[in-house]
């Protein structure tokens, strides 16, 4: 009754009321005053009185930044690739996680002391957060990092150099690079990194170096930020 009273006062008003619905109570329409509003093909309509209506609009939530943004704006950057003899792969990791908000990662870029985030120190923290109650980080095995990286979560891999003066690894695992899917075989999962930055790679192959120790597959889980 309450809305065929309010149409019958919009089309006296001459406002078009095509395709009319009363918004529902539901938490984000209760969040920003609408429950009860007329949603029209001109717009929403939430009248104090039902002869005096005033147009209303909700705003749009922010959409987050996908992982796969992350990793092409990174490929983007100069700074974050490879270039010649220098390698840049704690860069690129750092951009994503700067775009990502993820705890220590999101640093890389803006630290004051950038030796406290190659990927040796990346390799230090992160074998120690997965082994902290609360800190977030959660380790997968091959399978798990493949799996969590399908469904848009922020996987870094990370492996040190065998000799502390020489450089380590990390990349992240990813399930989109340049318009193609990754497919998992032999529990070897995507990366995208300084050098690959755009194409999907492979573990077994950006992790290949003998001098290298065993990778760790982390993924942030969630917590204290």
């Not at 990793?71 to 750092?94: M, Q, R, T, W």
């Not at 803006?110 to 406290?116: I, K």
Request: charged residues 20%; neutral net charge; contains cysteine.
């Amino acid at each position: 009754m309450k809305v065929e009273r309010l149409l019958l006062s919009l089309s006296l008003l001459g406002v078009p009321a095509l395709l009319a619905q009363e918004l529902p109570d539901t938490s984000a329409n209760e969040e920003h005053g609408a429950v009860g509003c007329t949603q029209t093909s001109t717009g929403t309509y939430c009248p104090h009185t039902y002869s005096s209506p005033r147009s209303y609009t909700i705003p749009p939530k922010p959409f987050p930044v996908s992982v796969v943004q992350a990793l092409d704006k990174a490929a983007s950057s100069p700074s974050c690739i490879d270039s010649g003899y220098e390698h840049n792969c704690n860069f690129f990791v750092g951009s994503v996680g700067r775009s990502l908000d993820i705890p220590y990662f999101r640093n890389v870029l803006s630290a004051e002391h950038p030796d406290h985030y190659v990927a040796n120190k990346m390799y230090d923290f992160i074998s120690k957060a997965v082994n902290s109650r609360g800190s977030g980080w959660r380790e997968l095995d091959a399978d798990g990092a493949y799996d969590a990286a399908g469904e848009g979560e922020f996987v870094v891999v990370v492996a040190r150099s065998k000799d502390p003066t020489k450089s380590g690894h990390v990349a992240i695992v990813a399930g989109h690079g340049n318009g193609k899917l990754c497919v998992l075989v032999n529990h070897n999962p995507c990366v995208r990194d300084s050098a690959s930055p755009r194409e999907l790679s492979t573990v077994s192959k950006q992790f290949s170096s003998t001098k290298l120790v065993e990778p760790i597959y982390a993924v942030w889980a969630g917590g204290p930020r």
